[in-house]
């Protein structure tokens, strides 16, 4: 006797693969982040992400022009600022890198969905994500009205969706406030609710200039042995005002985007994080791995497990794998 039953037999080819594939991987699932640097003429590659640069806005022109070309609707935008200080005010600047750049994205490309990071890690001088009582820690509320303010200011920048990743309770909920209050109330919010304390952030921090001067961010983002945790945040991110939830990393909480997915139904967001991408980008260029198979192979199991969006700095190569493998 042999098998009724040959799922091989679906596998033959890669038309009949292609026809009854379950997870479509699309080229407007993807977000491509960018660091936008203060002063004039910077294009400088980042080291541990190799094809990723700090850009003052003088030189995004050219690299917005290759995002839209490649169909990648949307960008995430870091700012790296000219001065920190205790408090991060250069986040709020109207005349910040991140404020400037969303002027000359929407310049350049007026369609190119441009989502902007609030946080204030990157514009303190200490490098947490608010200001700091006499004990060191970050002080919770005081952090609020700081990071309603930043968003704020990137809406009347022209930004249209902010993504506050400080990790604050309660900074949904003042956020929400301050962008009704300044006649945003348009702005959606795509909430980081469920932002791991990861290893897989080292590179970012050479990326942004963001890592902390003491300490570690362990006190406000979450321990990376909690599940449960996860929809306590999502729910209440949704209860204050959030339109997106966002799990950050993606590739090892991948049953977390799942869980999320499947409790809450909203636009889930999940980010392939620096860490991910440059083991990728290492292992390529020892030749121990193919590069487009492996991403393509993490980014289809990011979909899969749940997401609707992925952030991710393989964004415009994928785009490209994707189009060569629809002809």
Known sequence: MFPQSRPRRLRRTEAIRRMVRETQLQVADLVFPMFVASGMGVRKEIGSMPGNYQLSVDQLGPEIER??????????????PEHKDETGSEACAATGAVQRAIAEIKRVAPDLCVITDVCLCEYTSHGHCGPLNEQGEVMNDATLELLARAAVSHAQAGADIVAPSDMM?????AIRAALDEADLSHIPIMSYAVKYASGFYGPFREAADS????????????????AREALREAALDLEEGADFIMVKPALSYLDIIRTVADEFPVPIAAYNVSGEFAMVKAAARQGWIDERRVAMEILTSIKRAGAD?????????????????SH
Not at 169 to 173: A, L, N
Not at 219 to 224: C, E, F, S, V
Not at 309 to 325: G, R, S, V
Request: charged share 15%; aromatic share 10%.
């Open 67 to 80: 995002v839209v070309a490649s169909g990648v609707p949307a960008v995430l935008l870091f700012g790296l």
């Open 169 to 173: 309770d309660g900074r949904v909920g």
């Open 309 to 325: 969006i992925i952030l991710t700095y393989h964004a415009l190569d994928a785009a490209a794998w994707l189009k060569e493998q």
């Open 211 to 226: 890592a902390p001067q003491f300490g570690d961010r362990r006190g406000y983002q979450m321990d990376p042995a909690n």
